[in-house]
């Protein structure tokens, strides 16, 4: 799977137009950590399960997706970042 979009409002998958994708049961999107300039899932497509290797160890970022972004002080969970993951 290759996915990407050439023109504002349209997707490509495989060089063809596309309106949707639907994924694959146990495949996880990938993104990488610079995310304008990445070769992720957007690139090589979703990864199944069984590649996946490891696990999150840390809180990067974590918000609350209810309040709007103008109300950013409620908006982050303070209190979670940077907590460590069992």
């Not at 998958?13 to 304008?36: C, L």
């Not at 918000?63 to 907590?83: A, D, Q, T, V």
Request: with cysteine; net charge positive; proline share 2%.
């Amino acid at each position: 799977l290759n996915c990407r979009r050439k023109a504002r409002d349209k997707m490509y998958i495989d060089n063809r137009e596309a309106d949707y994708y639907v994924v694959e049961q146990d495949h996880y999107f990938m993104m990488g950590d610079n995310r304008d300039n990445s070769y992720d899932s957007r690139f090589w497509g979703f990864v199944p399960q069984d590649y996946i290797l490891g696990k999150a160890g840390i809180v990067y970022f974590s918000f609350e997706r209810h309040y709007p972004l103008y109300n950013w002080k409620k908006k982050i969970r303070w209190s979670r970042i940077g907590k460590t993951l069992r």
